[in-house]
């Protein structure tokens, strides 16, 4: 054997496990050796991720309580324009003045975000929350006017707003309607969804900014973590590739190759240099198998001269299929004893091949052909009824006039032919009885014809 093909034989059977297992073993001494040697402080950077997404939450948190105290302060004005209990007014006054979730949150997001657009974002949330607060005071006002309400019984802001003389003039009902209107109109709608615009906004900008500075942060900390543990994440990547590559080109293909054999299947040539000659090994054999199984199949189911199906098939097709959808046609090849006599077997077999090469060459595919006999053929014909008589004669009519030609050293041949339709009238029990009746008449008027049962 040359060296070229030696190489190409070396390429075909790929790495051998006990190259690669010494290697590997080399390779974990020195990762070893090196990973006792060095020692590498605790990793750090934590910190600064926490603080980052401390940050984070508590500026998300104050954008919200904006949105939140908003829709507070929204929803108690409307409740005592609505029944004028004094208890929602005093609720309304006491988050504008004493809990001031508004005032405190955009303050931490100033001590946290100055100078950002998030800040922007939420000053211009708390200045449209201040418009509706002047909106929502004088709206109570005039309600507490329409209720008849005594000024000393209401929070201080509210009792000071001054009504004009045209609301002063208006009905206690016509006020409580405008006082609601003032509350629930467009403009004060428009107010409401630019608040939760602009906090939408500053959540939007806030989360891209604390995405990135936790990103640069964590980035930070990996390049830390990367420098001092590179040995270790070393070492287990040779691990993994160790069990990478008992699964790949060991494990896997011992899997595949059981799977394959049960499904009696071909081996892939896969895995270690030793599982390749195993495939190999393995499908020669089995290929070897497969055509003597394939040829001894078709023998069993073929006529060895003409190669159309045999008897054996004849009687299973019989059985297996609907007489009344099909139809039978019983053939014999007229005088054949007479051809063998005069001219020799060799003459005859060539005959019979000639006649079956033409009976699949004018039916059609999805037919059956089959040498029953020494001369003798059947043609099971699917789908077919006693329609198609006219178009059966014909085909015979065609086939006879073709064999009637001398060709190859053949003297003129004839087809006699009967047939029984799966639809025929006065059927007996057997199709091929019938159909063999429908030979008989043939053959008893004259050769080389066709008749119908």
Do not use: W
Not at 417 to 433: E, H, I, L, M, S
């Amino acid at each position: 054997m040359s060296q070229k093909s030696t190489e190409t034989e070396k390429r075909r059977d790929g790495i051998r496990l006990s190259g690669f297992y010494i290697a590997a073993a080399l390779i974990f001494a020195v990762l070893t050796f090196f990973l006792l040697f060095s020692t590498y402080r605790t990793s750090e950077g934590f910190s600064q991720t926490e603080e980052a997404t401390e940050e984070y939450i508590t500026a998300q948190q104050a954008a919200s309580n904006i949105q939140a105290a908003s829709d507070y302060l929204t929803s108690q004005a409307r409740a005592f324009a609505a029944t004028g209990e004094v208890s929602h007014a005093e609720n309304f006054f006491e988050e504008v003045n004493v809990t001031r979730r508004r005032d405190l949150a955009l303050e931490t997001i100033r001590n946290y975000m100055s100078g950002t657009s998030t800040l922007s974002y939420l000053s211009d949330a708390l200045e449209n929350s201040n418009h509706l607060l002047e909106v929502e005071c004088y709206a109570m006002r005039l309600a507490a006017e329409s209720y008849g309400q005594d000024l000393s019984s209401l929070p201080k802001g509210c009792a000071q707003v001054t009504l004009d003389d045209a609301d002063l003039a208006l009905s206690a009902e016509q006020q409580r309607d405008k006082a609601l209107l003032m509350l629930f109109d467009d403009t004060y709608q428009g107010y409401k969804d630019e608040i939760r615009r602009c906090v939408s906004q500053s959540v939007e900008v806030l989360i891209g900014e604390m995405r990135q500075g936790q990103e640069d942060s964590l980035k930070e900390l990996q390049r830390r973590i990367y420098r001092e543990e590179f040995l270790i994440v070393v070492m287990l990547l040779a691990a993994l590739i160790l069990i990478a590559f008992n699964i790949l080109f060991v494990s896997h293909p011992l899997r595949r190759f059981v799977s394959h054999i049960r499904a009696d299947e071909t081996l892939p040539e896969k895995g270690a240099s030793e599982l390749r000659f195993l495939a190999r090994t393995y499908n020669k054999t089995r290929e070897q198998n497969l055509r003597h199984r394939e040829q001894l199949n078709y023998d069993a189911t073929h006529d060895a001269l003409t190669g159309v199906f045999n008897r054996s098939v004849f009687e299973k097709l019989r059985s297996r299929l609907s007489e009344r959808e099909n139809a039978l046609l019983i053939i014999d090849l007229d005088k054949f004893k007479t051809i063998n006599d005069r001219y020799g077997h060799d003459v005859g077999d060539r005959a019979l091949c000639r006649v079956a090469s033409l009976l699949q060459e004018r039916f059609r595919a999805e037919d059956y052909i089959c040498r029953i006999g020494g001369d003798e053929f059947a043609v099971i014909m699917v789908h077919a009824d006693s329609s198609l008589g006219e178009l059966v004669k014909e085909k015979i009519r065609g086939i006879n006039e073709t064999l009637n030609i001398p060709q190859d050293g053949l003297p003129p041949i004839s087809l006699s032919v009967g047939v029984a339709f799966g639809d025929r009238g006065n059927p007996t029990d057997d199709v091929f009885k019938d159909a063999d009746t429908a030979l008989y008449r043939t053959k008893s008027v004259r050769t080389g014809g066709c008749e119908i049962y």
